[in-house]
């Protein structure tokens, strides 16, 4: 409650640095709620660069620190206490991304971060959500999410409203289209072209995502927005709308062979969104046309606001909001590999009782915990490949494996938790592990130790154990365990595995029943 109050009245920025344009948000809270008060956006052609050279050109990247400056005077005109300011794919490409930031840093004083793939379907799942509210029920239903940017573009599966899988492509509209005219084909050869890439794309998409046949299809991104503008041209622009194959074939009558220039005009939307309706437009009426969905959901989404909630989240000290949806790729990975889901979610329990019951011994983080959470549902899933050395293949999977929510130096820690689940504990001479900072190293073997322990507990794999208590005496750390049966092979294994607990948490581990 206090830092609710602590809360009132602040005002907080965010900055968004996308593929063709800068925007600012200021926001207030006022009895609870957010309340915005400036909205700010200017063209910015990122994108432009990165998708033809691989870099920003020194030309932009000077016109984007003066702009993040005159934005960082904004704030301080508001009184901004509190800021984020974040980047998507065109920096996330850009072969100088370092050399961008850096100066951002050095110019504006602004620490920009560049959103990874799963980072953005976790804000745009979250957006999503919030905008169909009372709309759209997606409980005990198939759904397909498309956030189709100027660079890039996310695809995840929802299951019972989770996400349970993605895929990230480097397509864009923008970029799609910067391709084709660069290659002086005519209208119609343009037109043809973006019809064959987006079938191409769309058979591809039905490959490495399953069941793509969902009954629902939402999607979002600038360009969407756009397709409201024409939809709606003579009345407001609603959050959400419901667009069929003969609406968006309409949409693409309207448009072809029309220069962007004229249709930007005459809808009143932006030159690079008005080049990119074309292609936004065909690739959707295709991914319709492989889904069970009559419609198209079509949802207006707002990054920075979510950003917003996700910072004042971080502030509140909460847990994730989309955790759920973590466990739940998670496990969709697991079953992916053919794991033991009754083995994997005892050792899951056990995991997390420890944890939990030896907090003040580790004095690790609620997000240490769900990367925890996360290693012990995936710790056996290398066995899909072979049971000899199946540790360091379930690092390899899980190295290799995008869980939204996740970013990827956080995939990296558990795929090590994985691997010293078992076996040689952590050690310098293992290159993925001493290429981690210290910090990162520590909490590896401090997880890696719990799940080590949970993981010998179910060494029968029949869920015959259970942890009664936790009690730290001297040096000793007491360990009350519970079961009906023989504990002979669990005890053994235990005995082979608390090594690298006693190691990192400086105890002597005795199992009392």
Do not use: W
Not at 4 to 26: P, Q
Not at 371 to 383: E, F, R, S, Y
Request: overall charge positive; some cysteine; proline content about 2%.
């Amino acid at each position: 409650m206090k830092r609710e109050t602590a809360m009132e009245n602040k005002i907080f920025g965010v900055i968004d640095i996308g593929s063709h344009a800068a925007r600012l948000g200021v926001y207030q809270i006022r009895a609870g709620k957010t309340e915005e008060l400036e909205r700010l956006s200017v063209p910015l052609l990122l994108g432009k660069d990165v998708f033809n050279s691989g870099r920003v050109s020194t030309r932009n990247i000077r016109l984007a620190t003066e702009i993040i400056s005159d934005f960082v005077n904004v704030m301080a005109e508001y009184g901004v206490s509190e800021r984020r300011a974040f980047t998507t794919s065109a920096i996330r490409e850009a072969m100088n991304s370092e050399v961008f930031i850096d100066r951002v840093k050095r110019v504006c004083g602004i620490d920009l971060r560049v959103l990874e793939p799963s980072e953005e379907v976790k804000l745009t799942c979250l957006a999503v959500r919030e905008r169909l509210k009372g709309y759209i029920r997606l409980k005990k239903r198939k759904a397909i999410v498309c956030n189709i940017g100027t660079g890039s573009t996310q695809f995840y599966l929802l299951d019972d409203e989770l996400v349970v899988s993605m895929l990230s492509l480097n397509f864009g509209t923008l970029r799609l289209r910067e391709i084709l005219e660069d290659a002086h084909t005519g209208a119609r050869s343009v037109h043809q072209a973006i019809e064959d890439f987006s079938a191409n794309l769309v058979a591809t998409i039905s490959r490495l995502i399953p069941n793509l046949a969902a009954d629902a299809l939402i999607v979002t991104g600038g360009n969407t927005r756009s397709l409201l503008n024409i939809t709606h041209h003579t009345k407001k622009v609603a959050n959400y709308a419901s667009l069929g194959e003969k609406d968006l074939r309409a949409i693409e009558k309207k448009i072809s062979g029309v220069p962007p220039e004229k249709i930007a005009e005459h809808y009143g939307i932006s030159d690079h969104y008005a080049a990119g309706l074309e292609p936004c437009c065909i690739f959707i009426d295709k991914l319709l046309a492989n889904t069970f969905a009559n419609k198209a959901t079509i949802v207006v989404t707002d990054t920075r606001s979510v950003v917003l909630r996700d910072m004042l989240l971080e502030i509140r000290g909460g847990s994730d909001e989309f955790e759920k949806d973590i466990l739940t790729s998670a496990r969709f990975t697991g079953e992916k590999y053919s794991y033991d889901a009754a083995h994997a979610e005892h050792v899951r329990s056990l995991a997390l009782s420890l944890f939990d019951k030896t907090a003040e011994l580790h004095r690790l983080t609620q997000r240490d915990r769900l990367l925890l959470d996360v290693a012990a549902i995936l710790h056996d899933v290398g066995q899909f490949i072979d049971t000899r050395q199946h540790h360091k293949h379930s690092m390899y999977l899980v190295a290799n494996t995008q869980i939204p929510g996740l970013s990827s130096r956080e995939i990296r820690i558990v795929s090590l938790i994985v691997r010293y689940h078992r076996k040689a504990m952590p050690r310098r001479a293992h290159p993925e592990y001493a290429s981690l900072p210290e910090e990162e190293r520590m909490r590896v073997a401090s997880l890696a130790a719990i799940l080590r322990v949970a993981d010998a507990l179910d060494r029968s794999h029949d869920a015959r154990v259970a942890i009664t208590s936790v009690s730290l005496k001297g040096k000793n750390l007491n360990l009350g365990v519970a079961s009906e049966k023989d504990l002979s092979l669990d005890m053994l294994s235990l005995k082979r595995k608390k090594d690298l607990f006693q190691n990192q948490f400086c105890v002597n581990l005795k199992v009392v029943r």
